[in-house]
DNA sequence: CCAAAAGTGTTCTTCATACACCCATGC
DNA sequence: GCATGGGTGTATGAAGAACACTTTTGG
Protein backbone atom coordinates (compact mmCIF):
# COMPACT_ATOMS: atom_id res chain seq x y z
CA UNK A 1 0.00 0.00 0.00
CA UNK A 2 2.77 2.41 -0.08
CA UNK A 3 2.81 5.38 -2.30
CA UNK A 4 5.24 4.60 -5.35
CA UNK A 5 6.95 7.97 -6.05
CA UNK A 6 4.43 9.06 -9.01
CA UNK A 7 0.68 9.47 -8.40
CA UNK A 8 0.21 12.60 -9.09
CA UNK A 9 -1.45 11.29 -12.20
CA UNK A 10 -3.85 8.97 -9.74
CA UNK A 11 -6.56 8.83 -12.40
CA UNK A 12 -5.27 8.17 -15.26
CA UNK A 13 -8.09 6.99 -17.31
CA UNK A 14 -6.69 5.43 -20.24
CA UNK A 15 -6.02 1.82 -19.35
CA UNK A 16 -7.03 1.31 -15.49
CA UNK A 17 -5.24 -1.12 -14.03
CA UNK A 18 -5.78 -3.36 -11.22
CA UNK A 19 -2.22 -3.14 -9.02
CA UNK A 20 -1.31 -6.04 -6.40
CA UNK A 21 -0.17 -5.07 -3.29
CA UNK A 22 0.58 -6.23 -0.21
CA UNK A 23 -0.04 -5.90 3.39
CA UNK A 24 2.01 -7.01 6.30
CA UNK A 25 0.34 -6.82 10.14
CA UNK A 26 3.66 -7.71 12.12
CA UNK A 27 2.53 -8.65 15.57
CA UNK A 28 4.91 -9.66 18.35
CA UNK A 29 4.90 -9.35 21.89
CA UNK A 30 5.93 -6.59 24.15
CA UNK A 31 6.60 -6.17 27.65
CA UNK A 32 3.62 -8.48 27.66
CA UNK A 33 1.30 -6.53 25.65
CA UNK A 34 0.32 -7.87 21.48
CA UNK A 35 1.82 -5.02 19.68
CA UNK A 36 1.59 -4.19 16.10
CA UNK A 37 4.48 -2.66 13.80
CA UNK A 38 3.21 0.52 12.24
CA UNK A 39 4.88 2.82 9.42
CA UNK A 40 3.73 6.85 9.58
CA UNK A 41 3.26 7.53 5.59
CA UNK A 42 5.32 9.88 4.40
CA UNK A 43 3.32 10.36 1.08
CA UNK A 44 -0.39 11.39 -0.04
CA UNK A 45 -2.49 9.43 -0.04
CA UNK A 46 -3.14 9.59 3.94
CA UNK A 47 -0.03 11.64 4.67
CA UNK A 48 1.38 11.48 8.03
CA UNK A 49 -1.16 8.48 9.00
CA UNK A 50 -0.20 5.63 10.23
CA UNK A 51 -0.73 2.32 8.32
CA UNK A 52 0.27 -1.31 8.17
CA UNK A 53 3.73 -1.95 5.89
CA UNK A 54 2.99 -3.04 2.70
CA UNK A 55 3.74 -2.39 -1.20
CA UNK A 56 2.98 -3.57 -4.44
CA UNK A 57 3.86 -7.09 -5.84
CA UNK A 58 6.18 -6.72 -8.42
CA UNK A 59 6.09 -8.59 -11.72
CA UNK A 60 7.03 -11.94 -11.77
CA UNK A 61 7.01 -12.09 -8.12
CA UNK A 62 5.93 -14.17 -6.13
CA UNK A 63 3.13 -13.35 -2.88
CA UNK A 64 5.33 -14.34 -0.13
CA UNK A 65 7.92 -13.38 -1.67
CA UNK A 66 6.57 -9.62 -2.20
CA UNK A 67 5.80 -10.08 2.04
CA UNK A 68 9.13 -10.96 2.56
CA UNK A 69 10.59 -8.24 1.04
CA UNK A 70 8.18 -5.85 2.28
CA UNK A 71 9.29 -7.30 6.01
CA UNK A 72 13.03 -6.39 4.90
CA UNK A 73 12.49 -3.28 3.28
CA UNK A 74 9.89 -1.42 6.19
CA UNK A 75 10.66 -3.61 8.99
CA UNK A 76 14.28 -5.13 8.89
CA UNK A 77 13.29 -8.45 9.49
CA UNK A 78 14.92 -11.38 8.27
CA UNK A 79 12.31 -14.76 6.56
CA UNK A 80 14.09 -16.61 9.45
CA UNK A 81 12.82 -14.27 12.24
CA UNK A 82 8.85 -14.37 11.57
CA UNK A 83 6.18 -17.16 10.90
CA UNK A 84 4.24 -15.71 7.97
CA UNK A 85 0.65 -16.55 7.02
CA UNK A 86 -2.06 -15.08 4.39
CA UNK A 87 -4.93 -14.01 6.16
CA UNK A 88 -7.53 -12.41 3.39
CA UNK A 89 -7.58 -10.47 0.38
CA UNK A 90 -9.41 -7.05 0.03
CA UNK A 91 -10.25 -5.37 -3.09
CA UNK A 92 -13.08 -2.75 -2.66
CA UNK A 93 -12.41 -0.42 -4.69
CA UNK A 94 -13.00 2.56 -3.08
CA UNK A 95 -10.00 1.48 -0.56
CA UNK A 96 -7.42 3.27 -2.04
CA UNK A 97 -7.83 6.79 -3.47
CA UNK A 98 -5.03 5.95 -5.88
CA UNK A 99 -6.95 3.60 -8.17
CA UNK A 100 -8.34 -0.08 -7.94
CA UNK A 101 -5.92 -1.67 -5.27
CA UNK A 102 -6.42 -5.52 -4.30
CA UNK A 103 -4.28 -6.19 -1.54
CA UNK A 104 -3.16 -9.32 0.09
CA UNK A 105 -2.75 -9.44 3.62
CA UNK A 106 -0.12 -11.37 5.78
CA UNK A 107 0.38 -11.91 9.27
CA UNK A 108 3.77 -12.05 10.67
CA UNK A 109 4.73 -13.46 13.77
CA UNK A 110 8.26 -13.23 15.80
CA UNK A 111 9.67 -13.67 18.97
CA UNK A 112 10.86 -10.42 20.48
CA UNK A 113 10.99 -8.81 17.46
CA UNK A 114 13.54 -4.98 17.77
CA UNK A 115 12.27 -1.87 17.07
CA UNK A 116 12.32 -1.23 13.36
CA UNK A 117 14.80 1.26 11.38
CA UNK A 118 13.33 3.71 9.05
CA UNK A 119 13.04 2.68 5.59
CA UNK A 120 12.45 4.78 2.70
CA UNK A 121 9.44 6.77 2.23
CA UNK A 122 8.04 6.38 5.72
CA UNK A 123 8.00 9.21 7.99
CA UNK A 124 8.70 7.31 11.29
CA UNK A 125 7.68 3.34 11.99
CA UNK A 126 7.28 2.26 15.63
CA UNK A 127 5.40 -0.82 17.52
CA UNK A 128 1.88 -0.08 19.21
CA UNK A 129 0.22 -2.19 21.85
CA UNK A 130 -3.15 -2.45 20.73
CA UNK A 131 -4.04 -0.80 23.80
CA UNK A 132 -2.27 2.45 22.54
CA UNK A 133 -4.01 1.94 18.93
CA UNK A 134 -7.36 2.33 20.35
CA UNK A 135 -7.13 6.28 20.03
CA UNK A 136 -5.48 5.81 16.50
CA UNK A 137 -7.17 6.13 13.04
CA UNK A 138 -4.96 4.52 10.82
CA UNK A 139 -4.74 5.01 6.82
CA UNK A 140 -7.15 3.06 4.27
CA UNK A 141 -9.00 0.33 5.52
CA UNK A 142 -6.10 -0.76 7.67
CA UNK A 143 -8.12 -0.64 10.44
CA UNK A 144 -10.26 -3.25 9.58
CA UNK A 145 -7.90 -5.68 8.18
CA UNK A 146 -5.94 -5.57 11.22
CA UNK A 147 -9.01 -6.28 13.17
CA UNK A 148 -9.18 -9.52 11.04
CA UNK A 149 -5.78 -10.62 11.28
CA UNK A 150 -5.87 -10.51 14.77
CA UNK A 151 -9.30 -12.42 15.21
CA UNK A 152 -7.22 -14.72 13.27
CA UNK A 153 -4.25 -14.90 15.50
CA UNK A 154 -6.42 -14.84 18.03
CA UNK A 155 -9.05 -17.92 17.02
CA UNK A 156 -5.86 -19.99 15.72
CA UNK A 157 -4.33 -20.07 18.94
CA UNK A 158 -7.33 -22.43 20.34
CA UNK A 159 -6.73 -24.99 18.10
CA UNK A 160 -2.76 -24.50 16.80
CA UNK A 161 0.83 -24.91 18.16
CA UNK A 162 0.56 -21.35 16.41
CA UNK A 163 1.81 -19.62 20.11
CA UNK A 164 5.16 -20.96 19.73
CA UNK A 165 6.13 -18.55 16.94
CA UNK A 166 5.74 -15.84 19.62
CA UNK A 167 8.54 -17.00 21.72
CA UNK A 168 12.18 -17.65 21.24
CA UNK A 169 13.67 -21.38 20.49
CA UNK A 170 13.54 -22.02 24.34
CA UNK A 171 10.87 -21.26 26.47
CA UNK A 172 9.09 -22.39 29.47
CA UNK A 173 5.90 -23.01 30.00
CA UNK A 174 4.93 -19.75 31.82
CA UNK A 175 6.36 -17.77 28.94
CA UNK A 176 4.02 -20.08 26.75
CA UNK A 177 1.25 -19.07 28.94
CA UNK A 178 2.04 -15.37 28.94
CA UNK A 179 1.47 -15.65 25.40
CA UNK A 180 -1.96 -16.63 25.29
CA UNK A 181 -2.85 -14.60 28.42
CA UNK A 182 -1.45 -11.26 25.67
CA UNK A 183 -3.21 -12.29 23.10
CA UNK A 184 -6.48 -13.39 24.88
CA UNK A 185 -6.66 -10.55 27.30
CA UNK A 186 -7.37 -12.74 30.31
CA UNK A 187 -5.94 -14.65 32.48
CA UNK A 188 -5.52 -18.71 32.51
CA UNK A 189 -4.77 -21.18 35.80
CA UNK A 190 -1.39 -21.81 35.73
CA UNK A 191 -1.08 -25.26 36.82
CA UNK A 192 -4.15 -26.38 34.38
CA UNK A 193 -2.68 -24.93 31.34
CA UNK A 194 0.92 -26.29 32.38
CA UNK A 195 -0.61 -30.18 32.18
CA UNK A 196 -2.20 -29.07 29.13
CA UNK A 197 0.31 -27.84 27.24
CA UNK A 198 3.16 -30.25 28.34
CA UNK A 199 0.52 -33.21 28.00
CA UNK A 200 -0.73 -32.49 24.43
CA UNK A 201 1.44 -34.58 22.22
CA UNK A 202 3.20 -32.67 19.41
CA UNK A 203 2.97 -29.21 21.15
CA UNK A 204 6.33 -29.01 23.11
CA UNK A 205 9.35 -30.61 23.61
CA UNK A 206 10.95 -30.97 26.89
CA UNK A 207 14.98 -29.90 27.27
CA UNK A 208 17.09 -31.11 30.02
CA UNK A 209 17.94 -27.57 31.22
CA UNK A 210 16.08 -25.01 33.43
CA UNK A 211 15.79 -21.07 32.98
CA UNK A 212 17.35 -18.48 35.21
CA UNK A 213 14.79 -18.37 38.34
CA UNK A 214 12.83 -15.48 38.28
CA UNK A 215 12.04 -15.30 41.46
CA UNK A 216 10.69 -19.02 42.74
CA UNK A 217 11.48 -22.16 41.03
CA UNK A 218 13.54 -22.45 38.65
CA UNK A 219 11.00 -23.76 34.83
CA UNK A 220 12.05 -26.24 32.61
CA UNK A 221 12.84 -25.03 29.28
CA UNK A 222 10.84 -26.69 26.58
CA UNK A 223 11.40 -26.15 22.47
CA UNK A 224 8.55 -26.60 19.98
CA UNK A 225 7.43 -30.20 18.87
CA UNK A 226 6.48 -30.84 15.24
CA UNK A 227 2.86 -30.78 15.98
CA UNK A 228 0.51 -28.11 14.18
CA UNK A 229 -2.99 -28.87 15.43
CA UNK A 230 -3.88 -28.92 19.28
CA UNK A 231 -5.99 -31.75 19.67
CA UNK A 232 -8.39 -31.35 21.72
CA UNK A 233 -8.18 -27.75 21.40
CA UNK A 234 -7.85 -25.51 23.79
CA UNK A 235 -10.55 -22.77 23.79
CA UNK A 236 -10.80 -19.42 25.10
CA UNK A 237 -14.49 -19.08 25.58
CA UNK A 238 -15.44 -19.92 29.19
CA UNK A 239 -17.68 -17.92 31.16
CA UNK B 1 -8.66 -18.11 -14.79
CA UNK B 2 -10.74 -18.36 -18.34
CA UNK B 3 -9.50 -16.77 -21.34
CA UNK B 4 -10.09 -13.51 -22.28
CA UNK B 5 -10.76 -13.26 -26.51
CA UNK B 6 -7.67 -11.71 -27.41
CA UNK B 7 -4.46 -13.84 -25.88
CA UNK B 8 -1.88 -13.82 -28.73
CA UNK B 9 0.27 -11.49 -27.67
CA UNK B 10 0.68 -13.22 -24.55
CA UNK B 11 4.08 -11.99 -23.70
CA UNK B 12 4.30 -8.45 -24.26
CA UNK B 13 7.17 -7.75 -22.43
CA UNK B 14 6.47 -3.63 -22.62
CA UNK B 15 4.73 -3.00 -19.50
CA UNK B 16 3.82 -6.52 -18.12
CA UNK B 17 0.92 -6.00 -15.78
CA UNK B 18 -0.33 -8.38 -12.80
CA UNK B 19 -3.85 -9.45 -13.74
CA UNK B 20 -6.09 -10.15 -10.86
CA UNK B 21 -8.92 -13.11 -10.62
CA UNK B 22 -11.34 -14.92 -8.75
CA UNK B 23 -11.34 -19.14 -8.89
CA UNK B 24 -14.59 -20.63 -7.41
CA UNK B 25 -14.89 -23.95 -5.62
CA UNK B 26 -18.37 -24.72 -5.66
CA UNK B 27 -19.28 -27.11 -3.88
CA UNK B 28 -23.06 -29.00 -3.00
CA UNK B 29 -23.95 -32.64 -2.13
CA UNK B 30 -25.16 -34.86 -5.02
CA UNK B 31 -26.59 -37.98 -4.00
CA UNK B 32 -24.91 -37.74 -1.05
CA UNK B 33 -21.48 -37.15 -2.60
CA UNK B 34 -19.62 -33.95 -1.82
CA UNK B 35 -19.21 -32.78 -5.30
CA UNK B 36 -17.53 -29.61 -7.09
CA UNK B 37 -18.69 -27.97 -9.98
CA UNK B 38 -16.14 -27.79 -13.19
CA UNK B 39 -15.78 -26.19 -16.92
CA UNK B 40 -13.85 -27.77 -20.01
CA UNK B 41 -11.72 -25.43 -20.90
CA UNK B 42 -12.77 -24.53 -24.99
CA UNK B 43 -9.43 -22.20 -25.51
CA UNK B 44 -5.56 -22.48 -24.83
CA UNK B 45 -4.31 -22.92 -22.50
CA UNK B 46 -5.16 -26.24 -20.99
CA UNK B 47 -7.81 -26.41 -23.95
CA UNK B 48 -9.88 -29.60 -23.19
CA UNK B 49 -8.78 -30.19 -19.39
CA UNK B 50 -11.41 -29.58 -16.46
CA UNK B 51 -10.73 -26.25 -14.34
CA UNK B 52 -12.54 -24.46 -11.44
CA UNK B 53 -14.48 -21.79 -13.06
CA UNK B 54 -13.15 -18.68 -12.79
CA UNK B 55 -12.76 -15.47 -14.57
CA UNK B 56 -10.59 -12.01 -14.39
CA UNK B 57 -11.45 -8.97 -12.13
CA UNK B 58 -12.63 -5.92 -14.02
CA UNK B 59 -11.65 -2.49 -12.90
CA UNK B 60 -13.70 -0.72 -9.88
CA UNK B 61 -15.30 -4.01 -9.60
CA UNK B 62 -15.49 -5.55 -6.14
CA UNK B 63 -13.61 -9.07 -5.39
CA UNK B 64 -17.16 -10.64 -4.16
CA UNK B 65 -19.04 -8.84 -6.99
CA UNK B 66 -16.40 -10.91 -9.45
CA UNK B 67 -17.09 -13.99 -7.76
CA UNK B 68 -20.78 -13.56 -7.99
CA UNK B 69 -20.49 -12.43 -11.68
CA UNK B 70 -18.77 -15.72 -12.53
CA UNK B 71 -21.28 -17.67 -10.50
CA UNK B 72 -24.19 -16.07 -12.51
CA UNK B 73 -22.09 -16.48 -15.86
CA UNK B 74 -20.19 -19.59 -15.40
CA UNK B 75 -22.40 -21.62 -13.10
CA UNK B 76 -25.93 -20.22 -13.51
CA UNK B 77 -25.79 -19.69 -9.90
CA UNK B 78 -27.95 -16.81 -7.99
CA UNK B 79 -26.11 -14.62 -5.44
CA UNK B 80 -28.86 -16.43 -3.07
CA UNK B 81 -28.28 -19.82 -3.79
CA UNK B 82 -25.29 -20.09 -2.06
CA UNK B 83 -22.49 -19.15 0.51
CA UNK B 84 -19.60 -17.70 -0.77
CA UNK B 85 -16.18 -17.07 1.50
CA UNK B 86 -12.81 -16.24 0.45
CA UNK B 87 -10.15 -19.30 0.49
CA UNK B 88 -6.91 -18.07 -0.12
CA UNK B 89 -5.08 -15.91 -2.92
CA UNK B 90 -2.89 -17.85 -5.11
CA UNK B 91 -0.07 -15.89 -6.95
CA UNK B 92 2.98 -17.93 -7.71
CA UNK B 93 4.35 -16.78 -10.96
CA UNK B 94 4.25 -19.66 -13.37
CA UNK B 95 0.90 -20.90 -12.45
CA UNK B 96 -0.61 -19.31 -15.25
CA UNK B 97 1.14 -19.59 -18.76
CA UNK B 98 -0.82 -16.37 -20.08
CA UNK B 99 1.16 -13.94 -17.25
CA UNK B 100 1.47 -13.37 -13.58
CA UNK B 101 -1.89 -13.43 -12.81
CA UNK B 102 -2.70 -13.55 -8.80
CA UNK B 103 -5.94 -15.26 -8.30
CA UNK B 104 -8.50 -15.11 -5.09
CA UNK B 105 -10.09 -18.44 -4.39
CA UNK B 106 -13.73 -18.31 -3.04
CA UNK B 107 -15.13 -20.99 -1.85
CA UNK B 108 -19.29 -21.51 -2.97
CA UNK B 109 -20.97 -24.09 -1.31
CA UNK B 110 -25.22 -24.25 -1.40
CA UNK B 111 -28.05 -26.79 -1.24
CA UNK B 112 -28.40 -28.89 -3.93
CA UNK B 113 -27.12 -26.67 -6.87
CA UNK B 114 -29.07 -27.93 -10.48
CA UNK B 115 -26.93 -28.96 -13.32
CA UNK B 116 -24.95 -26.21 -14.90
CA UNK B 117 -26.12 -24.89 -18.09
CA UNK B 118 -23.06 -24.52 -20.28
CA UNK B 119 -21.80 -20.62 -20.45
CA UNK B 120 -19.67 -19.07 -23.06
CA UNK B 121 -15.85 -19.87 -24.01
CA UNK B 122 -16.92 -23.46 -22.35
CA UNK B 123 -17.03 -26.47 -23.36
CA UNK B 124 -18.63 -28.41 -20.86
CA UNK B 125 -20.06 -27.93 -17.57
CA UNK B 126 -21.12 -30.50 -14.72
CA UNK B 127 -20.31 -31.59 -11.34
CA UNK B 128 -18.12 -33.98 -10.20
CA UNK B 129 -17.86 -36.20 -7.27
CA UNK B 130 -14.76 -35.95 -5.41
CA UNK B 131 -14.48 -39.55 -5.96
CA UNK B 132 -14.45 -39.30 -9.64
CA UNK B 133 -12.23 -36.80 -9.41
CA UNK B 134 -9.49 -39.04 -8.38
CA UNK B 135 -8.70 -39.89 -12.09
CA UNK B 136 -9.07 -36.20 -13.57
CA UNK B 137 -5.63 -33.76 -13.78
CA UNK B 138 -6.87 -30.37 -13.49
CA UNK B 139 -5.98 -27.39 -15.56
CA UNK B 140 -3.12 -24.67 -13.87
CA UNK B 141 -2.72 -25.29 -9.91
CA UNK B 142 -6.63 -26.23 -9.44
CA UNK B 143 -5.64 -29.64 -7.96
CA UNK B 144 -4.01 -27.70 -5.13
CA UNK B 145 -6.97 -24.86 -5.16
CA UNK B 146 -9.64 -27.32 -4.76
CA UNK B 147 -7.24 -29.10 -2.10
CA UNK B 148 -7.08 -26.04 0.11
CA UNK B 149 -10.63 -25.56 -0.10
CA UNK B 150 -12.04 -28.97 0.86
CA UNK B 151 -9.76 -28.88 3.69
CA UNK B 152 -10.96 -25.44 4.99
CA UNK B 153 -14.98 -26.73 4.05
CA UNK B 154 -14.16 -29.95 6.40
CA UNK B 155 -12.56 -27.78 9.14
CA UNK B 156 -15.15 -24.87 9.47
CA UNK B 157 -17.75 -27.54 9.51
CA UNK B 158 -15.68 -28.31 13.14
CA UNK B 159 -16.35 -25.15 14.92
CA UNK B 160 -19.06 -23.43 12.99
CA UNK B 161 -22.38 -23.94 11.42
CA UNK B 162 -21.63 -24.07 8.33
CA UNK B 163 -23.30 -27.12 7.07
CA UNK B 164 -26.66 -25.40 7.16
CA UNK B 165 -25.70 -24.04 4.13
CA UNK B 166 -25.61 -27.20 2.65
CA UNK B 167 -29.05 -28.18 3.30
CA UNK B 168 -32.62 -26.10 2.24
CA UNK B 169 -34.47 -23.52 4.33
CA UNK B 170 -35.95 -26.57 6.16
CA UNK B 171 -34.59 -29.65 7.14
CA UNK B 172 -33.98 -32.97 9.26
CA UNK B 173 -31.43 -33.62 12.18
CA UNK B 174 -30.43 -36.68 9.86
CA UNK B 175 -29.85 -34.49 6.70
CA UNK B 176 -27.78 -32.34 8.49
CA UNK B 177 -25.94 -35.58 9.61
CA UNK B 178 -25.63 -36.08 6.18
CA UNK B 179 -23.86 -33.38 5.55
CA UNK B 180 -21.41 -34.21 7.98
CA UNK B 181 -20.78 -37.47 6.87
CA UNK B 182 -20.04 -36.69 3.11
CA UNK B 183 -18.19 -33.56 3.68
CA UNK B 184 -15.74 -35.71 5.97
CA UNK B 185 -15.94 -39.44 4.98
CA UNK B 186 -17.14 -40.98 7.68
CA UNK B 187 -20.21 -42.01 9.41
CA UNK B 188 -21.37 -40.80 12.78
CA UNK B 189 -23.59 -41.92 15.23
CA UNK B 190 -26.72 -40.69 14.97
CA UNK B 191 -27.94 -40.52 18.49
CA UNK B 192 -25.10 -38.30 19.99
CA UNK B 193 -25.21 -36.37 16.58
CA UNK B 194 -28.97 -35.69 17.36
CA UNK B 195 -28.38 -34.71 20.77
CA UNK B 196 -25.58 -32.38 19.91
CA UNK B 197 -26.92 -30.78 16.84
CA UNK B 198 -30.01 -30.18 19.03
CA UNK B 199 -28.96 -28.93 22.27
CA UNK B 200 -26.02 -26.75 20.74
CA UNK B 201 -26.86 -22.94 21.31
CA UNK B 202 -27.91 -21.05 17.83
CA UNK B 203 -27.37 -24.03 15.72
CA UNK B 204 -31.08 -25.04 14.72
CA UNK B 205 -34.40 -23.93 15.50
CA UNK B 206 -37.26 -26.20 16.02
CA UNK B 207 -40.12 -26.10 13.99
CA UNK B 208 -43.56 -28.00 14.46
CA UNK B 209 -43.75 -30.06 11.46
CA UNK B 210 -42.37 -33.04 10.64
CA UNK B 211 -40.65 -34.13 7.25
CA UNK B 212 -42.56 -36.87 5.39
CA UNK B 213 -41.41 -40.66 6.68
CA UNK B 214 -38.84 -42.41 4.83
CA UNK B 215 -39.32 -45.94 5.71
CA UNK B 216 -39.71 -45.20 9.68
CA UNK B 217 -40.43 -42.76 12.34
CA UNK B 218 -40.74 -39.08 10.36
CA UNK B 219 -38.48 -36.20 11.78
CA UNK B 220 -39.31 -33.02 12.62
CA UNK B 221 -37.93 -30.11 10.59
CA UNK B 222 -35.47 -27.68 11.78
CA UNK B 223 -33.90 -24.44 10.16
CA UNK B 224 -30.89 -22.70 10.64
CA UNK B 225 -30.39 -20.79 13.82
CA UNK B 226 -28.78 -17.07 13.80
CA UNK B 227 -25.38 -18.89 15.79
CA UNK B 228 -21.95 -18.70 13.40
CA UNK B 229 -20.13 -20.49 16.02
CA UNK B 230 -20.09 -23.63 17.42
CA UNK B 231 -19.22 -24.54 20.87
CA UNK B 232 -17.96 -26.86 21.86
CA UNK B 233 -17.10 -27.54 18.95
CA UNK B 234 -18.15 -30.84 16.81
CA UNK B 235 -14.15 -32.88 16.41
CA UNK B 236 -13.58 -35.00 13.34
CA UNK B 237 -10.77 -36.42 14.68
CA UNK B 238 -11.57 -39.54 17.33
CA UNK B 239 -9.69 -42.92 16.27
C1' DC C 1 -46.73 -58.37 13.07
C1' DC C 2 -41.82 -56.60 11.14
C1' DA C 3 -38.48 -53.22 9.24
C1' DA C 4 -36.54 -48.87 9.46
C1' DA C 5 -35.53 -44.43 10.81
C1' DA C 6 -36.11 -40.93 14.80
C1' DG C 7 -35.10 -39.89 19.08
C1' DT C 8 -33.91 -40.82 24.32
C1' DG C 9 -31.45 -43.09 28.26
C1' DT C 10 -27.49 -44.99 30.39
C1' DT C 11 -22.81 -45.98 31.27
C1' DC C 12 -18.13 -45.08 30.83
C1' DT C 13 -14.45 -42.21 30.05
C1' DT C 14 -12.06 -38.18 28.96
C1' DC C 15 -11.04 -33.69 30.00
C1' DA C 16 -11.72 -28.79 31.74
C1' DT C 17 -12.08 -26.26 36.04
C1' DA C 18 -11.07 -24.80 40.57
C1' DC C 19 -8.08 -24.84 43.98
C1' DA C 20 -5.18 -27.07 47.54
C1' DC C 21 -0.73 -28.27 48.09
C1' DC C 22 4.21 -29.33 47.57
C1' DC C 23 8.87 -28.01 45.25
C1' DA C 24 12.96 -25.20 44.40
C1' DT C 25 15.05 -21.14 44.16
C1' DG C 26 16.68 -16.01 46.00
C1' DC C 27 16.82 -13.14 49.72
C1' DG D 1 12.83 -18.43 57.78
C1' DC D 2 9.65 -16.05 53.89
C1' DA D 3 8.17 -14.79 49.24
C1' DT D 4 7.63 -16.20 44.62
C1' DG D 5 6.87 -18.64 40.82
C1' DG D 6 6.99 -23.88 39.10
C1' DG D 7 4.63 -27.89 39.08
C1' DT D 8 1.42 -31.87 40.87
C1' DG D 9 -2.85 -33.85 43.10
C1' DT D 10 -7.55 -34.11 43.52
C1' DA D 11 -12.50 -33.44 43.44
C1' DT D 12 -16.29 -31.94 40.64
C1' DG D 13 -18.83 -31.36 36.54
C1' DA D 14 -19.52 -31.09 31.50
C1' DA D 15 -19.47 -33.45 27.50
C1' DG D 16 -18.09 -37.20 23.98
C1' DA D 17 -18.42 -42.36 22.69
C1' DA D 18 -20.72 -46.53 22.57
C1' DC D 19 -24.81 -48.70 22.49
C1' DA D 20 -29.31 -50.30 24.42
C1' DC D 21 -33.76 -49.04 24.05
C1' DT D 22 -38.26 -46.71 22.99
C1' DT D 23 -41.18 -44.21 19.48
C1' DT D 24 -43.53 -43.69 15.13
C1' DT D 25 -44.25 -44.42 10.75
C1' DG D 26 -45.08 -47.84 6.28
C1' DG D 27 -45.93 -52.25 4.66
Tied chains: 1, 2.
Excluded: C
Excluded at 15 to 28: F, M
Excluded at 64 to 75: C, K, M, N, P, T
Amino acid sequence: MQASASESTASDSTAPEIRVAVDLIVLTLRDGALSVLLIQREDEPHRGAWALPGGFVRHGEDLDGAAYRVLADEASLGSGAVHLEQVRTFGTPGRDPRGHVVSVAFMALGADLPDPERGEDVADARWWSLADLADVTLAFDHAAVLEVAIERARSKLEYTTLAVTFLPGEFTVSQLRGVYESVWGRPLDAGNFHRKATRTEGFLVELDRHAAPTGGRPARLYRAGTGTRLVPPLLRISE
